[in-house]
T-cell receptor, first 115, second 116 residues
Framework: DGGITQSPKYLFRKEGQNVTLSCEQNLNHDAMYWYRQDPGQGLRLIYYSQIVNDFQKGDIAEGYSVSREKKESFPLTVTSAQKNPTAFYLC??????????????FGQGTRLTVV | AQKITQTQPGMFVQEKEAVTLDCTYDTSDPSYGLFWYKQPSSGEMIFLIYQGSYDQQNATEGRYSLNFQKARKSANLVISASQLGDSAMYFCAMREGWRGNYQLIWGAGTKLIIKP
């Protein structure tokens, strides 16, 4: 079955540690995104990538880093510089078509908690 | 100012009734797209329906329809004949101008609970 797989589902991090969230898709989509979701708020874009080896910052990129070495994979690293990393993180992908809106497909998310 | 406003934090609806979830948006760009997504308790976002700013007719997808009132800048989601499985969070989102759909602006969501 085609889809997006995020792992782990739950992640606990100690203060000062970096952690990496995995996102893999087998939909052959060019574009991939990382969003952060906090209670009572809409999603906020962290990073996005339209093609391999290229990515751009979203609205809240500070304290995060990404890589896009393969089309299928877009891992997100939450660094120790991120002041408030406890949140629900969603990865998504979509077809990238110039001038045309396309829907995004989402993974089931990773809930990160700082302990 | 909020770009996407969902005024109903939560709603209770009787099973089989129709339900309208409100969404108002704010943009001065003539080109924009509006999306509705459903988020069940499992966490993933599920695409429901899309309306482009230049679309002449209201979008429909099965039991979902979008009541698009451009002059009022509203894009309300209508779910006909609600089912227990419709209980979830619902989010309205907007692609504004030529930023691309990777830069959607999201509302805070409405929690819908369907009562048996």
């Amino acid at each position: 079955d085609g889809g997006i797989t995020q792992s782990p589902k739950y992640l606990f991090r100690k203060e000062g540690q970096n952690v990496t969230l995995s996102c893999e898709q087998n939909l052959n989509h060019d574009a991939m995104y990382w969003y952060r979701q906090d209670p009572g708020q809409g999603l906020r874009l962290i990073y996005y990538s339209q093609i391999v080896n290229d990515f751009q910052k979203g609205d809240i990129a500070e304290g995060y880093s990404v890589s896009r070495e393969k089309k299928e994979s877009f891992p997100l690293t939450v660094t120790s510089a991120q002041k408030n990393p406890t949140a629900f993180y969603l990865c998504a992908s979509s077809i990238s078509q110039q001038g045309r809106d396309t829907e995004a497909f989402f993974g089931q998310g990773t809930r990160l908690t700082v302990v | 100012a909020q770009k996407i406003t969902q005024t109903q934090p939560g709603m209770f609806v009787q099973e089989k009734e129709a339900v309208t979830l409100d969404c108002t948006y704010d943009t001065s760009d003539p080109s924009y797209g509006l999306f509705w997504y459903k988020q069940p308790s499992s966490g993933e976002m599920i695409f429901l329906i899309y309306q482009g700013s230049y679309d002449q007719q209201n979008a429909t997808e099965g039991r979902y329809s979008l009541n698009f009132q451009k002059a009022r800048k509203s894009a309300n989601l209508v779910i006909s004949a609600s089912q227990l499985g419709d209980s979830a969070m619902y989010f309205c989102a907007m692609r504004e101008g030529w930023r691309g759909n990777y830069q959607l602006i999201w509302g805070a969501g409405t929690k819908l609970i369907i009562k048996p």
